[in-house]
C-alpha cells in the first residue's frame, strides 16, 4: 500500500474491482459457503447489500483492497443486531484493510444503534479472522461442529461471534 487505508460506500463502479476479490475468496473455498463458479451478477446479488444495509470498500487511491456488507442481521425483531461479511483482496492481506473494515462496520453499527453485532459463520480454521474479531471484543458464543467442508482440513466448525454494542 502507498497510503493509509480509506473505507467508502461502495458503488456499482466499484463492482468491477470487487467481483474479482470475490471470486478469489469464494473459490479458495476456506472461509465463505458461497459456492464456487458464481456469475458476476450472481455474486452482485450477495453481495452488494440493499438498504438498510450497506456496503463499503476500503482503498488505496483509486485501488480496492476488500470490501465489507453489512445490515440487519434478521429482519423484524431481530433487526436490532447487525451482521456482516468481508473480503480482503489476497494480495493485501497482512496489511490491515481487514481491521479497517472491521473497525469501520463497528463503528458504523453503534452509530446506526444497532444493539450488538453478530457474525453468523466464522470457519473455525481462519484463525486470522477470528483473532481480529476477538481483538475487536467479539466473543464465540457458540460453534456449529463439522458446519464447513473446508478443502484442506474436511469439515470444520463454523462459530458464531458476538460483540454487545450496549456495553459500557
Do not use: C
Not at 463502479?13 to 478469489?24: C, V
Not at 481491521?99 to 486470522?128: P, S
Not at 481480529?132 to 484442506?152: D, I
Amino acid at each position: 500500500m502507498t497510503g493509509p487505508v480509506r473505507i467508502r460506500e461502495a458503488t456499482d463502479g466499484d463492482w468491477p474491482a470487487i467481483h474479482p476479490i470475490f471470486r478469489a475468496v469464494v473459490d479458495a473455498g476456506e472461509t465463505y459457503t458461497y459456492p464456487a463458479g458464481l456469475t458476476s451478477d450472481e455474486a452482485r446479488a450477495l453481495w452488494m447489500e440493499p438498504p438498510p444495509g450497506r456496503t463499503v470498500v476500503a482503498v488505496d487511491g483509486d485501488r480496492v483492497l476488500g470490501a465489507a456488507k453489512a445490515g440487519p442481521n434478521r429482519p423484524g425483531r431481530g433487526s436490532h443486531v447487525a451482521t456482516a461479511s468481508f473480503m480482503v483482496d489476497p494480495a493485501a492481506q497482512g496489511r490491515g484493510v481487514g481491521r479497517a473494515l472491521g473497525e469501520h462496520v463497528v463503528g458504523w453499527a453503534r452509530a446506526a444503534g444497532y444493539r450488538a453485532v453478530q457474525f453468523n459463520a466464522v470457519v473455525e480454521t481462519n484463525t486470522g479472522a477470528v483473532a481480529l474479531w476477538r481483538s475487536l471484543g467479539f466473543r464465540v458464543v457458540g460453534t456449529v461442529p463439522g458446519a464447513f467442508a473446508h478443502p484442506e482440513h474436511g469439515y470444520v466448525g463454523l462459530h458464531v461471534m458476538h460483540l454487545d454494542l450496549t456495553a459500557g
